[in-house]
C-alpha cells in the first residue's frame, strides 16, 4: 500500500511563489506516475502535472504550463511542485497523486489509486 505525504502549502500574495513536496512510503514498491492534482471549492479536481517515473517525462496543464515546475527525487520517491507567478485562480487545496501502473491518461484524476490528504494553497490578491 502506497502512502502519500505531502507538506508545503500556505498563503502567498499574488506574484509570489510556494513549493509543494510529496514523499511515497509503504515499503518496496515500483511507480508508474506521480503528480498533483488541485480541487477549488464548487469544481471538480483538476490535473496540475505529473512525472511518469519510468523515463522522466513531465507532463502540465495548460493553466500551469511555464509557471510551475514538477520535479523527483528516486532516492526518495519523491515529487516537488515549484510554484511561481501564483496567481488568485490557483487558490485550491493540492492533492498529491500516484499509481504503480500504466492506467490510462496522466490527466484524468481516476486514473490515480493513491491520493495524499492535500494542502491548502491561498493566493490573495
Known amino acids: 500500500q502506497v502512502q502519500l505525504v505531502e507538506s508545503g502549502g500556505g498563503l502567498v500574495q499574488a506574484g509570489g511563489s510556494l513549493r509543494l513536496s510529496c514523499a511515497a512510503d509503504?515499503?518496496?514498491?515500483?511507480?508508474?506516475?506521480m503528480g498533483w492534482f488541485r480541487q477549488a471549492p464548487g469544481k471538480e479536481r483538476e490535473f496540475v502535472a505529473t512525472i511518469g517515473w519510468s523515463d522522466g517525462t513531465l507532463y502540465y496543464s495548460d493553466s500551469t504550463k511555464g509557471r510551475f515546475t514538477i520535479s523527483r527525487d528516486l532516492t526518495k520517491n519523491a515529487v516537488l511542485l515549484q510554484m511561481n507567478s501564483l496567481k488568485r485562480e490557483d487558490t485550491a487545496v493540492y492533492y498529491c497523486?500516484?499509481?504503480?501502473?500504466?492506467?490510462?491518461?496522466?490527466?484524468?484524476?481516476?486514473?490515480?489509486?493513491?491520493w495524499g490528504q492535500g494542502t491548502q494553497v491561498t493566493v490573495s490578491s
Open positions: 497523486a500516484a499509481r504503480q501502473y500504466y492506467t490510462g491518461s496522466y490527466y484524468s484524476p481516476g486514473n490515480y489509486a493513491y
Open positions: 509503504g515499503g518496496s514498491f515500483i511507480l508508474d506516475a
